[in-house]
């Protein structure tokens, strides 16, 4: 097991008698990439504001670096990196000079600054852009300006509020390539918010589904998957040529198989466990021509809406 980054012990922030987040508990280990998800006002923001310690829980810890952020809020903000979603630069200064400006304010000498500066602009992809104002960087250079500007004080833990947000699909790529690399190369851990489905999937090494201040299940896809579709242990998709009734019958015989669709240009066949080799043999034995046999995987989209659907049934 991993070294505890962050953790969260029964949180809870009211706000007017309404829970914005309602005992939530967490741990994230240190080198992970986890993806806060879930709808607007879930209580995302919220929960980043009371790690950072600039929002007091009405009960329960929160510790970031094994300190508690609300006792410690700046030995916390010395070690954590922030992006906010709505974040802003000085638009008349250029890049390196916001980094700059960035550094002095944490406290470091002009050299280290401006040698760190260039370093990190050459990182995120910006170098032919240092001595261009900030005003005219588009919204995906913005967000790896930003993400250079929380990498000036070399934190070991980056929480990013909705970092994709506005820019295009190559920006976007670029984005997440760069959060991926810092996290395997510089071991830094990567908090993220985000209602991009597929996006998070893509880098997060796990996600948390946030709804209505509690979270309602958290792990990587594949245990969320389980979790989730538990009752519908497996489905295998299936492209065969002609499908009889004689194979239908056949195939509903099999040891494991639940149930049978046809999808017109497909079938799908609900099983407890795998039994893809006997399936592709009953096919084959039926003279039927087998095109195409596959395990269907769920991916995070699937999970979201359905624990969204679930949510909003209750
Ligand atoms: N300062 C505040 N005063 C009163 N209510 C608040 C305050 N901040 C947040 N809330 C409420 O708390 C709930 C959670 O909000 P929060 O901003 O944390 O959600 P979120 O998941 O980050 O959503 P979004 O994606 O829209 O930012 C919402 O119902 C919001 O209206």
Redesign the pocket.
Known sequence: MGEPIIELNEITKK??N?F?VDHLSLTIQKGEIFGLL??????????ILMMLGLSEPTSGGVKVCGMNSTRYPLEVKGRVGYLP?DLGFYEQMTGFENLVYTAYLNGLNKQVAEKRAMDLLYRVGLLDAANKKAGKYSRGMKQRLGLADVLMKDPEVIILD?PTLGIDPEGVRELLKLIKELNEQENITVLL?S?QLHQVQQICDRVGI?VK?KLLAEGNIESLAKQLFFEDTLVINVTAEPVSQALIEKINQINGVNRFENLGDSIEIYCDFDVTPTIANTIIQEGAKLYHITKKDYGLDEIYHRYFEGSEAT
């Open positions: 706000y007017d309404q914005a879930g709808p607007n006002g879930a209580g995302k923001s919220t929960t979603d909705e918010s209602h946030f201040g």
